[in-house]
């Protein structure tokens, strides 16, 4: 006879859940297709434009790269990077094999999502410390938007990660895509199934010691 009990178990609370969910996100490469539906991209666009932004604004704009434009994207970011690289004096077979795997993760993606940031709605202000104080508040609220996607997929037993080049080459980026000049690109999510071989890895318990203090 069982002596597990046959009382039904309690239902997660609405906490439990969202901790769990956070807590199990991870980045996850080697991405496979087929590619998400459109639907399903503009409810993970539609999750981030709910994230926290300073003055009741939405300083974010949202661009799905299609195949067709993979290509030129990926060699408009290779040739900014590759200028940095050369100037940093990083070995010519180092850079090659630096830009092949970033060229592949953009044109090899199932579903390639550019996020960038705009000023649209933002306070104006006549010294500097401020200006870019308000720009700060504008890229803080982005980070949000685009954790809402990450966790967001996670849910949805889908692999994701963050691409943080176009911060690096906005010009190249706003050219290859043909993006109004305001937008200022941030960074791309590639969004994909996860392989049947993926095994999440263990995160280290966190060391609060370090990273927090009282006051």
């Known amino acids: 006879m069982s002596d597990e009990s046959t009382e039904p178990r309690a239902a997660p609370s609405r906490a439990a859940v969202i901790e769990a969910a956070i807590r199990a996100r991870r980045s996850v490469r080697g991405l496979e297709g087929p590619p998400l539906a459109p639907a399903e991209v503009e409810s993970l666009v539609a999750l981030a434009l709910t994230a926290p ?3 009741h ?6 661009a799905e790269v299609t195949p067709a434009r993979r290509s030129a994207l990926a060699a408009a970011m290779g040739e900014a990077w590759r200028a940095d690289l050369e100037a940093d004096g990083v070995p010519r077979p180092q850079q090659e094999r630096a830009l092949a ?3 592949r993760q953009v044109e090899e993606a199932p579903t390639l999502l550019l996020g960038c940031a705009v000023s649209e709605g933002l306070r104006v202000y006549s010294d500097e410390r401020r200006a870019r104080a308000e720009w700060t508040l504008a890229t803080h609220s982005f980070g949000a938007g685009m954790q809402n996607i990450l966790l967001a997929a996670s849910a949805r037993g889908l692999a994701a990660f963050w ?4 911060l690096y080459a906005p010009e190249a980026v706003r050219a290859a895509l043909d993006l109004d000049a305001a937008w200022q690109p941030q960074a791309l999510i590639a ?4 392989s049947a071989a993926y095994r999440p890895f263990e995160r280290p ?3 609060l010691g370090t990273h927090f203090v009282r006051r």
């Not at 604004?57 to 949202?62: D, E, G, H, K, S």
């Open 191 to 194: 969004l994909g199934h996860p």
């Open 101 to 103: 795997r970033s060229r």
């Open 205 to 207: 318990t966190p060391d």
């Open 163 to 166: 691409i943080s080049a176009p």
């Open 53 to 55: 932004a300073p003055h």
């Open 57 to 62: 604004t939405l300083p974010w704009r949202f």
